[in-house]
């Protein structure tokens, strides 16, 4: 059984367009997140719900605007996309809004050309 | 300030010999420490935490690490690689100034030769 799925897996769109990358957990987790991980392998956190209430919110564009309708999902949908915005994405839950061990999902691959 | 620092961007090692992975972190007060590993093309998966238990931490697929507040280190070892073992590991570290943040190593990319 999954326990962090996302999808789409991997998406090339062209610039400008709006695209979202939709996301849920099963194992019953209060807080998910959102990372960013670049072509340097680098990983930022950009975003952090607890019980559907957003607890961390890093500088980020506003074109990304996160959604959680319930707990067990959160969607990130990006407005106007460039060419910077090429990378992947995960999806992760905790336990706690610690961060007491994250569980990610297999990431999203956006490609923007 | 919190940080967390891997000194190797990459480690090559042959199959059956050690792997140490070096990992240094700036805490001002008692931190959670973390490896986690990331396969091609997956997500991350966590091998072992250190919470303020035991300083020596015994994870997944027979790596351990070693908390060493003295030197602000948190290495993660195993005696013998495997060639499933290549992946990229990073070192994370749970600040507790200003609220908790996860911060990420930037990864250490390990290679295993036959």
């Known amino acids: 059984d999954t326990a962090v799925s996302q999808t789409p897996k991997y998406l090339v769109t062209q610039m400008g367009n709006d695209k979202s990358i939709k996301c849920e957990q099963n194992?019953?987790?209060?807080?998910m997140y959102w990372y960013k991980q670049d072509s340097k392998k680098f990983l930022k956190i950009m975003f952090s719900?607890?019980?559907?209430?957003?607890?961390i919110n890093e500088t980020v564009p506003n074109r990304f605007s996160p959604k959680s309708p319930d707990k067990a999902h959160l969607n990130l949908h990006i407005n106007s996309l460039e060419l910077g915005d090429s990378a992947v994405y995960f999806c992760?839950?905790?336990?706690?809004?610690?961060?007491?061990?994250?569980?990610f999902g297999e990431g999203s691959w956006l490609t923007v050309v | 300030a919190q940080s967390v620092t891997q000194l190797d961007s990459h480690v090559s090692v042959s199959e059956g010999t050690p792997v140490l992975l070096r990992c240094n972190y700036s805490?001002?007060?008692?931190?959670?420490l973390f490896w986690y590993v990331q396969h091609p093309n997956k997500g991350l998966q966590l091998l072992l935490k250190?919470?303020?238990?035991?300083?020596l931490v015994k994870g997944i697929n027979g790596f351990e690490a070693e908390f060493k507040k003295s030197e602000t280190s948190f290495h993660l070892t195993k005696p013998s690689a495997h060639m499933s073992d290549a992946a990229e590991y990073f070192c994370?570290?749970?600040?507790?100034?200003?609220?908790?943040?996860?911060?990420f190593g930037a990864g250490t990319r390990l290679f295993v030769k036959a």
């Open positions: 992760a839950s905790s336990t706690d809004r610690v961060g007491n061990t994250i569980y």
């Open positions: 194992l019953g987790h209060d807080t």
């Open positions: 719900y607890n019980n559907k209430e957003l607890i």
């Open positions: 805490s001002s007060y008692s931190p959670s």
């Open positions: 250190y919470t303020s238990a035991a300083t």
């Open positions: 994370v570290v749970i600040s507790r100034g200003g609220g908790f943040k996860t911060i």
